[in-house]
């Protein structure tokens, strides 16, 4: 399983903003640490404001911080953010059609029960468990 651009970029803008407490960042900072496109980031910095994750700020002095403590950001939940779907696979061909083998194949529910204990996984750590070490990590992104 590969996760999304966008899942990934949530996880390092919350890692920033965690790590760069009480200060603000923009999303140009992160984009300038990470040499990812601005563009991306921010959808990202606007979804996780929208969902309770980032307090963000226009304008003139603006930027954003962590709206909740780190303890209360699942992992789980901030890649559920970026993925469609918990799904692996879908039993269906190019034109949306069931699969031939639907009624005897058991593939499909081996691949949801490895997403389940994946994001099960997730689920078991926050935030505060990827930021054990701020100082260490304000240190490598130089911020």
Do not use: W
């Not at 996760?3 to 999303?27: F, G, H, K, M, N």
């Not at 980031?41 to 603006?62: A, E, I, S």
């Amino acid at each position: 399983m590969r996760l999304s651009v966008y899942s990934d970029y949530s996880v390092r803008v919350l890692i920033c903003a965690a790590t760069s407490q009480p200060e603000r960042l923009t999303v140009d900072q992160v984009a300038k640490i990470f040499c990812i496109s601005r563009h991306h980031l921010v959808k990202v910095v606007h979804d996780l404001g929208r969902n309770g994750y980032l307090d963000t700020q226009r304008g003139m002095g603006g930027g954003f911080t962590l709206a909740r403590s780190p303890e209360h950001i699942r992992l789980g939940d901030v890649v559920r953010l970026g993925e469609e779907t918990e799904t692996v696979i879908e039993c269906q061909d190019r034109r949306h059609r069931p699969c031939r083998l639907l009624p005897c194949c058991r593939l499909k529910g081996v691949f949801d029960e490895a997403a389940t204990a994946f994001f099960a996984v997730l689920d078991r750590y926050t935030l505060a468990d990827l930021v054990q070490q701020p100082s260490r990590i304000r240190g490598v992104l130089e911020f």
